[in-house]
C-alpha cells in the first residue's frame, strides 16, 4: 500500500492477519438482498482506500418509524433516503447544487417533507410517512413539500457500475430483493462521535444481529449478471505521441456516452499493464490550457506507453449534459476547471474497470502523479500492482 506521499509502505503480517478476520464477517450479497427482501436493516461497507465506513441500509419501503428511530438514536449520522433519478426527476427533486464539490460527488437534492400526514417532520413517525410518500407510485411533486427532514440522494443509472457509493449499492440491492428500488441509509458513528471503521461496525452487527456487506462484493455479483459497456467500432491510430495505438470506441449503454481505450502491444497476456486512466478535458487535452497544471498529462502517458510499448490509455467522457459550459463558467471565474473531472476520475473508475476486463487485463500499474483512490477496483477482477509518475 501506499502512503500520503505516495511511497511503498509494508504491511505487517499482524495487520494482514487482522484484515483477514475482519473479511470473515462479511455476508454475501445473496445474503443480504435477502435480508433486504425480509425488511431487516444491514450494514454496507465501503472500499478501505475511500472513508472506509459503514451506513445502515434497508430497501426505503420497509423504512419503519422503528427503523427510522434505530437509525436516528444508534446510527447517529445523517438518514437520507437513496432514489433513481427517474423518480427524482418525477419528483421534480432538484439537486442542492449544481456545481458539486462534495468530496465524493454526493448527488443531494433538497430536503423534502411530505405535504399531508406530518407534524414537525421530524419525529420517525414524520420522516417514515414523508419516505412513504416519495417511494409511492401514485405520489406527484405536489405531494412533496421543500424544506424538509429527509434528504434525498440521487442514485446514478447504473448504480455501482457506474459509481461504487451507498447510494447506489442501496438502490441496487432494493431492486434486485425484487423491491421498490429505493433505499434508506444512515451513517453508523461511534459513542464518542467520530465516524465507525470496520472493526466498529463488527462490533455493532455483532451487538444488534445484522449481516454487513461490501460494496466492492455488489460490484462482483453485478459484474457476473450486468453489463453497462460494449465494443462499437475500432480503427489504428497513427500519433506524434507513443507511435501506433489500436484505437477502441465503447459506448456505455446507462449514460449514453462514448469512451474510448488506446491500445498497444498484446495487454491480455504477460504480465502488469501499464493503465492511464484519464477524465477527458477539453481545456486540457485539447486547448492546452496551463491553468490547472495537467496540460500534456495525456500525451505524457501515451508516450510513455510508447516507450513501454505495451499499455492502454482509457479515455472516459463525461455524458452530462452541460458539462462543458459548466466547465468553462467555472474558469472565468478562476476556479480549477479540472476539479469536477478529478472527482470523476476517482469515483467513476467503473466504466473504465469494464473496458480494461474487455481487453483482457487483469493487473495493472497506473499511471498517475497522485494518489488515487479507487473505489471498490476488487470488484471488478483488477489490481494494482503499482504507480508510477507520468513526469
Known amino acids: 500500500?501506499?502512503?500520503?506521499?505516495?511511497?511503498?509502505?509494508?504491511?505487517?503480517?499482524?495487520?494482514?492477519r487482522r484484515a483477514r478476520e475482519d473479511l470473515d464477517f462479511l455476508s454475501s450479497i445473496e445474503d443480504i438482498i435477502e435480508e433486504a427482501r425480509n425488511g431487516r436493516?444491514?450494514?454496507?461497507?465501503?472500499?478501505?482506500?475511500?472513508?472506509?465506513e459503514g451506513d445502515l441500509v434497508i430497501p426505503a419501503q420497509m423504512a419503519t418509524p422503528d427503523v427510522i428511530n434505530f437509525m436516528a438514536t444508534h446510527g447517529r449520522g445523517l438518514i437520507c433516503l437513496a432514489l433513481t433519478q427517474q423518480r427524482c426527476d418525477h419528483l421534480g427533486l432538484k439537486l442542492m447544487s449544481q456545481a458539486n464539490e462534495s468530496r465524493h460527488s454526493t448527488a443531494f437534492t433538497v430536503s423534502i417533507e411530505a405535504r399531508e400526514g406530518v407534524t414537525t417532520g421530524i419525529s420517525a413517525p414524520d420522516r417514515a410517512r414523508t419516505i412513504s410518500a416519495a417511494i409511492d407510485p401514485a405520489s406527484v411533486a405536489?405531494?412533496?413539500?421543500?424544506?424538509?427532514?429527509?434528504?434525498?440522494?440521487?442514485?446514478?443509472?447504473g448504480g455501482v457500475l457506474v459509481r461504487a457509493g451507498h447510494t447506489e449499492a442501496s438502490v441496487d440491492i432494493a431492486r434486485l430483493a425484487g423491491l421498490n428500488p429505493?433505499?434508506?441509509i444512515c451513517e453508523i458513528m461511534n459513542d464518542d462521535g467520530t465516524m465507525s471503521r470496520l472493526p466498529d461496525l463488527i462490533q455493532f452487527a455483532q451487538f444488534h444481529n445484522m449481516k454487513i456487506g461490501a460494496i466492492a462484493d455488489l460490484?462482483?455479483?453485478r459484474r457476473r449478471h450486468d453489463r453497462t459497456i460494449e465494443r462499437i467500432a475500432d480503427t489504428t491510430l497513427r500519433s506524434r505521441h507513443g507511435g501506433d495505438f489500436k484505437m477502441?470506441?465503447?459506448?456505455?449503454?446507462?449514460?449514453?456516452?462514448?469512451?474510448v481505450a488506446l491500445v498497444m502491444g498484446d495487454v491480455s497476456r504477460g504480465g502488469p499493464v501499464m493503465v492511464r486512466m484519464h477524465a477527458m478535458n477539453i481545456l486540457d487535452d485539447v486547448l492546452g490550457s496551463i491553468d490547472s497544471g495537467k496540460e500534456g498529462d495525456l500525451q505524457a502517458s501515451m508516450e510513455l506507453v510508447g516507450k513501454e510499448g505495451r499499455g492502454v490509455i482509457v479515455l472516459i467522457r463525461e455524458p452530462r449534459l452541460n458539462y462543458l459550459a459548466?466547465?468553462?463558467?467555472?474558469?472565468?471565474l478562476g476556479r480549477s476547471p479540472d476539479k469536477s473531472a478529478q472527482r470523476r476520475e476517482l469515483r467513476d473508475y467503473g466504466v473504465g474497470a469494464q473496458i480494461l476486463l474487455d481487453l483482457g487485463v487483469s493487473e495493472m500499474i497506473l499511471l498517475s502523479d497522485t494518489v488515487k483512490t479507487i473505489v471498490g477496483i476488487e470488484g471488478y477482477g483488477l489490481k494494482v500492482v503499482e504507480q508510477r509518475s507520468i513526469r
Do not use: C, W
Open 1 to 16: 500500500m501506499s502512503d500520503e506521499t505516495g511511497n511503498l509502505v509494508s504491511i505487517s503480517k499482524q495487520d494482514v
Open 41 to 52: 436493516m444491514f450494514i454496507l461497507v465501503d472500499d478501505e482506500e475511500r472513508e472506509n
Open 142 to 157: 405536489d405531494d412533496i413539500v421543500s424544506p424538509g427532514h429527509i434528504f434525498p440522494l440521487t442514485a446514478r443509472d
Open 182 to 184: 429505493s433505499g434508506v
Open 219 to 221: 460490484i462482483a455479483y
Open 248 to 259: 477502441y470506441v465503447y459506448a456505455n449503454r446507462v449514460e449514453y456516452a462514448e469512451h
Open 326 to 332: 459548466d466547465m468553462v463558467k467555472a474558469h472565468a
